[in-house]
């Protein structure tokens, strides 16, 4: 089979603020949970196969084989819903629809200036956003491809690959060091990139998301 008719297109969802970050070029990672719910009832108990992951024989997907334990009996393996490195993830993000013609779409990471152009308004004049969840493939203007494709427990992130999750940081001249936000509070207050990481991710998932320490899908990618 001809490799390029294998490779396929998934659809992603992002935050605003996480599309923003690929667009400037600071995010090129993702983290999901998405298929590991049955691991991660029970995350302490799992161990990951060292041959894991691995692609299928048909070559369309990435797997990973979990083991109970100290028990390689006793195996459960997973197949990534988001493909294989080589594939290609398109981005669903908030929207609405332009006013002058109907398949012109706003975005709301776009230059807030336009949104006069906007049809879809609220009586005060605000746009009614169209859910993420809703955007079909035609209305996307974001492809990314799958490079690398890793599971790994969520707290064992680093500080580089936390950078490459998308944080936002600026150079603080005062102390001569770059900091870096939480996203609980908003404020731009730790020297430590996981650790803005973790905010960023109890925003998304809420309270005590961190501390259960689930499997993740550790996704790298590039827009193309």
């Known amino acids: ?64 084989d979990f083991y109970c334990g100290t028990d390689e009996a006793i195996f459960h393996d997973i197949k990534c819903p988001y493909g294989k490195p080589g594939d290609r993830l398109w981005v669903r993000e908030r929207w609405a629809i332009h006013h002058e013609e109907w398949w012109t779409v706003f975005y709301a990471t776009d230059d807030h200036n336009e949104i006069a152009k906007v049809s879809e308004l609220k009586a005060d004049g605000s746009v009614r956003w169209r859910p993420s969840i809703h955007m079909p493939r035609n209305a996307s203007r974001m492809l990314l491809e799958i490079t690398d494709i890793r599971v790994e427990r969520l707290q064992d992130i680093t500080n580089v690959d936390a950078v490459k999750e998308g944080i936002e940081s600026y150079w603080s001249g005062g102390s001569a060091a770059r900091l870096y936000k939480s996203y609980i509070t908003q404020e731009f207050s730790t020297y430590i990139p996981r650790i803005s990481f973790f905010s960023l991710w109890e925003s998304i998932n809420g309270p005590d998301s961190w501390d259960a320490n689930p499997f993740v899908w550790a996704i790298e990618f590039k827009k193309i």
């Not at 590991?36 to 990435?62: C, K, M, R, V």
């Open 1 to 64: 089979m001809d490799i390029a008719a294998k490779i396929k297109e998934r659809p992603i969802l992002f935050s605003s603020s996480m599309v923003q970050a690929i667009l400037e070029g600071r995010k090129t990672q993702t983290r999901r949970t998405r298929g590991l719910e049955f691991i991660n009832e029970q995350p302490g108990i799992w161990n990951i196969d060292q041959a894991s992951p691995y692609l299928n024989e048909a070559g369309t997907h990435t797997y990973v």
